[in-house]
């Protein structure tokens, strides 16, 4: 059964448009020129481009960084692949002249977890769900990436975090951590704020003016898991966010963002459940104006039709609502 | 058959406007696929054939999930429809349904699973024994019907097996519409271990007794199926019954 639900959880996540053009060659070399910015003192941040999976992006759409602790660097997620994973690595120690120490993945999407290789020397600590799910889906996401991404993906291969990590705050390599459990966009996503600087790594949680991704989600934990992330933000020594994806941002517009799509998806859902509309009417039904304009909006739109709307009819038909 | 048919087209043509007029054929297919002779021989032989526009097969063009991939067939332009089949040229298993429209409109939604790219067609028989096709291609990146179903991953889809569950609409756009889930695996008999398990066919009669429609179904159907009907605004209350290939049988009503 798990290998069922491995390729469902598949299609849903990696049937992009992108896998459909042709024709884009590779950047020479395969190089990610992965810039680091800086985000605060001692925190850095790789920023990907909103952009589905191709050949030509070779997977650098997501965000990863980096914090700068006395014993060496706390890696936050490894990216799409073992070439991006070396490449960040080599980035950010030609930075800061220090080696990492530790990695750590906020979640099991492949985005960010693919580059793990380039790490495996290292303690690589995930929390326990999430442990299990690139364990036991890791490989699939990968092969899926193999389509859409090319050669950009060679010789990746799943390296399954070797630490569970135990939530709260403490000392990790002498910084100030603190790891916050949440679930809504997986099963399991990590966040990790830096008391010393008070940056915010959310994760997938937020998305930052790009549409927000369901393959896996729970839209109503996802929601309270907003509120928890947005009251971090109102304490007196927050400084910056780091989205999954999209740009950082100083305040906590990205969490209204996600909490907006996800509020308008859920209800826009539930009212087309309600009316008696078949899968096919929904997916054409137009996105919100607010959100009409971000890029991946009407395609993240199609696939969260797919991977919610069964749901919310089933609420419907049941009776529920 | 040539000749019959194109008395057949010839007399369609006169009755339908210009443009569907024009796109009405007997030869060629359409979708242009290797697949259509063998098609037509194994469904349709020996009868008339019309590639007709009337027919609308409704799907995604690029199905995120191969194994929900939502299809609806309209043939409610054609007239009085006697039958409808519902086939995917290049799936392992290529009969998807088939209904009998009595009372309600000759109209059914529904999620099928592909297990590669396809045409997705429906071939709309009339009461003069002329078999109307539409359809539209439907791409895929994943296989549907050899991924075994998900529910069965479920602890308690063995006491949920056949549960249905419904509504009606009367009021609003959809008025006349019936929505209908019934929690089964659908297993293809693909998946090594896994022999086909599904349900076979399913009779919907209105409050006066009437049946609305007469549906087999085969194993391309996704789990836990969900069909739409035109049931009509005047049905009442919809007594919906059928069976697996296992003999397992159900019994539902659902009120307007
Ligand atoms: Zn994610």
């Keep these: ?321 | 058959m040539k000749f019959p048919m194109t008395i057949a087209a010839l007399a369609l043509a006169a009755l339908m406007p210009a443009a569907d007029a024009a796109a009405l054929s007997e030869t060629g297919d359409p979708l242009a696929s290797a697949r259509w002779g063998e098609m037509e021989k194994s469904f349709l032989a020996g009868a008339p054939v019309l590639f007709d526009p009337r027919v609308k097969v409704i799907a995604p063009s690029m199905a995120e999930d191969p194994l929900q991939v939502p299809v609806t067939v309209d043939a409610t332009q054609l007239g009085k429809v006697v039958e409808v089949l519902v086939f995917a040229d290049f799936n392992p298993i290529v009969q998807v349904l088939r209904f009998y429209p009595e009372h309600a409109s000759a109209y059914l939604g529904f999620r099928v699973k592909l297990q590669q790219s396809t045409p997705v067609r429906a071939a709309v028989r009339t009461a003069d024994g002329i078999w109307h096709v539409g359809g539209t291609w439907v791409n895929t990146v994943g296989g549907g019907c050899t991924a075994p179903a998900g529910s069965a991953a479920a602890k308690d889809w063995q006491q949920r097996l056949n549960a249905v569950s419904g509504r009606q609409w009367s009021t609003g756009p959809n008025a006349g519409r019936l929505r209908l889930r019934i929690e089964h695996p659908m297993d293809t008999g693909l998946v090594a271990g896994t022999p086909a398990f599904h349900l076979e066919e399913i009779d919907f009669h209105d409050a006066a007794g009437q049946r609305l429609m007469r549906l087999q179904t085969f194993e391309p159907v996704s789990e836990n199926p969900v069909f739409t009907l035109q049931a009509g605004e005047n049905a009442g209350a919809v007594e919906a019954s059928g069976r697996d290939n296992n003999g397992n049988a159900f019994r539902a009503r659902i009120a307007p």
């Excluded at chain 1, 290998?3 to 190089?31: H, N, Q, T, V």
């Excluded at chain 1, 998806?265 to 929904?282: F, I, K, P, S, T």
Aim: with cysteine; charged share 20%; aromatic share 8%.
């Design chain 1, 1 to 321: 059964m798990k290998y069922c639900a491995m390729k469902r959880r598949l299609a849903f996540l990696l049937a992009g448009l992108s896998g459909l053009l042709p024709g884009l060659l590779p950047a020479a070399e395969f190089d990610y020129a992965l810039q680091a910015r800086k985000v605060a003192d001692g925190v850095y941040a790789f920023i990907g481009r909103t952009e589905d999976f191709t050949m030509e992006n070779g997977g650098n759409i997501v965000n990863t960084g980096f914090i700068v602790a006395p014993a060496g660097l706390i890696v936050i997620d490894s990216g799409p692949s073992l070439r991006y994973g070396r490449q960040m690595r080599q980035s950010m120690t030609a930075q800061t002249g220090k080696s990492p120490v530790m990695l750590i993945n906020t979640h099991h999407h492949p985005d960010h977890f693919l580059g793990n290789q380039a790490f495996a020397d290292l303690p690589i600590g995930a929390l326990p769900a999430t442990v299990k799910g690139i364990a036991e889906e890791g490989n699939a996401f990968a092969e899926n990436l193999f389509r859409l991404s090319g050669d950009w993906m060679k010789d990746t291969e799943v390296q399954v975090p070797n630490k569970t990590l135990a939530v709260g705050t403490s000392d990790i390599a002498g910084r100030r951590l603190r790891l916050i459990a949440l679930d809504g966009h997986t099963g399991a996503d990590l966040a990790v704020y830096d008391e010393t600087s008070g940056v915010l790594f959310a994760g997938d949680l937020a998305f930052n003016r790009r549409a927000p991704t369901t393959p896996h989600a729970d839209v109503t934990r996802w929601l309270a898991a907003l509120d928890t992330l947005e009251a971090i933000t109102r304490e007196p020594g927050f400084t910056a966010l780091v989205p999954g994806h999209g740009e950082v941002s100083r305040d906590a517009q990205p969490i209204r963002q996600t909490r907006a799509w996800l509020t308008w998806l859920q209800g826009a859902l539930r009212r087309a459940a309600q009316a008696g509309q078949d899968m096919n009417e929904v997916l054409e039904l137009p996105v919100a104006p607010d959100f009409a304009q971000w890029p991946q909006a009407r395609s993240e739109y199609r696939r969260s039709v797919g991977h919610l709307f069964p749901a919310a009819e089933q609420g419907v038909l049941e009776g529920r609502y």
